[in-house]
T-cell receptor, first 111, second 111 residues
Framework: RKEVEQDPGPFNVPEGATVAFNCTYS??????FFWYRQDCRKEPKLLMS???SGNEDGRFTAQLNRASQYISLLIRDSKLSDSATYLC????????????FGKGTHLIIQP | EAQVTQNPRYLITVTGKKLTVTCSQN?????MSWYRQDPGLGLRQIYY???????DKGDVPEGYKVSRKEKRNFPLILESPSPNQTSLYFC??????????FGPGTRLTVL
C-alpha cells in the first residue's frame, strides 16, 4: 500500500469555480499535516498546515479526517493564479524525521 | 530576509566527477534536509540533520553524503555522480522536523 496517495490530475477548472482534492495517508501515526503549493520548476512553498478541527485561510480550507486517514484542500472562487501543483505532506509518523510528500495534484484554472 | 539558498542552481557534469551542492539558511533552524524530485516519483528525502554533527539517512541516501559542521550549512556531496542522479534537488530547513522551508532548487544533469 502506498504511503501517500494523491490524484495527479490534471484538474481543469474554470475560473471562479470551487475545486477540492484529497490526499490519503497510510501511516496512522502521522501527527502533522500540510498542503504545499509548487509552481513549475520552483520550490514547494507551504500553503497551510492542517489542524484536527479544520482551518481556513481566505479562499482555502483544509480538513483532516483521521478516521479515514485523509486530508482535503478546498479552493473557493478559484483564480488563474491558483494554477499550480498541490502537494500534501505528512510528518511525525515515527519513521525517518521530516515529511513524506505526495506526488502532487496538478491544477489548471482556465479563463 | 529569511531564506534558504542553494548553489549552484544549475549544474551539468560528467559521470564520476565529484561535486558538492551547498545549502545555507539564515533562520537559525536546527533541522535541515535534502530532497530530490523526479517526474512520477515526487519528492523523496535523501538525508536530514536534526542539529550540528547529527545526520541521518532518509529514503534514498545511496550515492550521497552530507555534513553538518555548522548550524547554517548543510552541503550535499556526490562523490561519484551517475546519470541516475540527474534530478532536481531541494534543500529545506525547519525549526523542527515538519513545516519545512525549501531552497530554490538545484537542477543537476549527470552525463
Amino acid at each position: 500500500r502506498k504511503e501517500v496517495e494523491q490524484d495527479p490530475g490534471p484538474f481543469n477548472v474554470p475560473e471562479g469555480a470551487t475545486v477540492a482534492f484529497n490526499c490519503t495517508y497510510s501511516n496512522s501515526a502521522s501527527q502533522s499535516f500540510f498542503w504545499y503549493r509548487q509552481d513549475c520548476r520552483k520550490e514547494p512553498k507551504l500553503l497551510m498546515s492542517v489542524y484536527s478541527s479544520g482551518n481556513e485561510d481566505g479562499r482555502f480550507t483544509a480538513q483532516l479526517n483521521r478516521a479515514s486517514q485523509y486530508i482535503s484542500l478546498l479552493i473557493r472562487d478559484s483564480k488563474l493564479s491558483d494554477s499550480a501543483t498541490y502537494l500534501c505532506a505528512f510528518g511525525g509518523g515515527g519513521g525517518a524525521d521530516g515529511l513524506t510528500f505526495g506526488k502532487g495534484t496538478h491544477l489548471i484554472i482556465q479563463p | 530576509e529569511a531564506q534558504v539558498t542553494q548553489n549552484p542552481r544549475y549544474l551539468i557534469t560528467v559521470t564520476g566527477k565529484k561535486l558538492t551542492v551547498t545549502c545555507s539558511q539564515n533562520m537559525n533552524h536546527e533541522y535541515m534536509s535534502w530532497y530530490r524530485q523526479d517526474p512520477g516519483l515526487g519528492l523523496r528525502q535523501i538525508y536530514y540533520s536534526m542539529n550540528v554533527e547529527v545526520t541521518d539517512k532518509g529514503d534514498v541516501p545511496e550515492g550521497y553524503k552530507v555534513s553538518r559542521k555548522e548550524k547554517r550549512n548543510f552541503p550535499l556531496i556526490l562523490e561519484s555522480p551517475s546519470p541516475n542522479q540527474t534530478s532536481l534537488y531541494f534543500c529545506a530547513s525547519s525549526p523542527r522536523s515538519d513545516t519545512q522551508y525549501f531552497g530554490p532548487g538545484t537542477r543537476l544533469t549527470v552525463l
